[in-house]
């Protein structure tokens, strides 16, 4: 109950949100069934699930935004939780198109003439699950295939106001902490955003936090 105390107090400042370009990052969870998104700020206790997540940033690159997630459980009990990241533009456009490649296991987003990637990984595991969704889709809960078991609707891709989500899945034995890395590139082109990606999925261990 100390690290509950301390996540509750007021000692820590909450950061601001880093948004590289004109795409934003939205951490949130999704624990039996229920969905939640961290809109304002990167700290946050949920205390009815005895769930916390932080979020640091680093820099690493001017053309990229890392993100370093750790995700406690503060319960003794096994649990299995799902950690989910939420893109989308700043401002919308019917010119935006953004897309999942299958082959290079990314999510493309592309904005005027900027193109953004998308990616992340939990414990060295890739990302798996993910989906791109209309932005009215987010808070009617119809992101969701099946809610109960948190499995996404896939779509592949969409034009215009939409946003991407993938699903880390985190199995907990008792009380520890998950960390899992997430980031966006921005570029003019798709290979020099790929050869940031692999570099960053060779060199995540060697990121200090």
């Known amino acids: 109950m100390n690290t509950l105390n301390w996540i509750r107090s007021d000692v820590y400042e909450e950061m601001e949100q880093a948004v590289k370009g004109k795409l934003r990052m939205i951490p949130g969870l999704w624990i039996d069934g229920k969905t939640y998104w961290m809109e304002n700020g990167y ?10 997540v932080y979020v ?5 690159h001017s053309k990229i935004a890392f993100f370093k997630c750790f995700i406690t459980n503060h319960d003794d009990r096994p649990r299995k939780v799902k950690l989910l990241i939420q893109h989308k533009h700043e401002c919308s456009s019917r010119e935006h198109f953004s897309f999942i490649s299958p082959a290079e296991n990314v999510i493309f ?9 998308v990616n992340g990984q939990l414990n060295g595991k890739k990302m798996t699950e993910c989906s791109i969704q209309p932005y009215w889709n987010l808070y009617s809960d119809q992101i969701w295939n099946c809610r109960n078991k948190g499995i996404l609707k896939y ?13 880390l899945t985190i199995d907990f034995g008792g009380k520890e902490t998950a ?3 997430t980031w966006i ?4 082109s798709k290979s020099e955003l790929l050869q940031y990606n692999q570099l960053l999925l060779k060199k995540r261990t060697s990121i200090s936090i």
Not at 109 to 117: G, N, P, Q
Not at 155 to 167: D, E, L
Not at 185 to 188: L, S, V
Request: glycine fraction near 4%; proline fraction near 5%.
């Open 56 to 60: 640091k940033t680093n820099n690493v």
């Open 109 to 117: 987003h592309m904005a005027d003439s900027k193109v953004f990637l």
């Open 155 to 167: 779509y592949p891709m969409a034009k215009g106001n939409a946003i991407s989500i993938f699903a």
């Open 185 to 188: 590139i921005n570029g003019e």
């Open 43 to 52: 700290k946050k206790l949920f205390p009815e699930e005895k769930i916390s």
């Open 179 to 181: 960390e899992a890395e």
